[in-house]
Nanobody, 127 residues
Framework: QVQLVESGGGLVQAGGSLRLSCEVAGRTSSINFMSWFRQAPGKEREFVARIGRFSGTTDYADSGKGRFIISRDNANNTLSLQMNSLKPEDTALYYC????????????????????WGQGTQVTVSS
């Protein structure tokens, strides 16, 4: 089993920055990709960014390209999301997710591609 705990959310003005963190515990060696998703009120959960746990390769949804940076620290079992130039439309509950090799299919941007989820951290961007 894998446990994920997000932190770092909060209230920020438009144009500001936040850094989200996700602590990963348990059978971390079984994970090969990790991602951030978000869910705004009344909307479906959507992919934000993905990183290969070993390769470090990244991918981003168009909404975050050029503004968000996903990173991982395998030594400390931490996943991060640096969010810059935040917009009111970035307001959502942000989730950390992890997958094992037997789950889903490339490009791993769907909820069903991930086995493990955190509880989420709220990000609110005021205009």
């Amino acid at each position: 089993q894998v446990q994920l705990v997000e932190s770092g959310g909060g209230l920020v003005q438009a144009g500001g920055s936040l850094r989200l963190s996700c602590e990963v515990a348990g059978r971390t060696s079984s994970i090969n990709f990790m991602s951030w998703f978000r869910q705004a009120p009344g909307k479906e959960r959507e992919f934000v960014a993905r990183i290969g746990r070993f390769s470090g390769t990244t991918d981003y949804a168009d909404s975050g390209k050029g503004r968000f940076i996903i990173s991982r620290d395998n030594a400390n079992n931490t996943l991060s999301l640096q969010m810059n130039s935040l917009k009111p439309e970035d307001t959502a509950l942000y989730y950390c997710a992890a997958r094992t090799p037997d789950r889903g299919s490339w490009p791993y941007t769907r909820e069903s591609d991930y086995n493990y989820w955190g509880q989420g951290t709220q990000v609110t961007v005021s205009s």
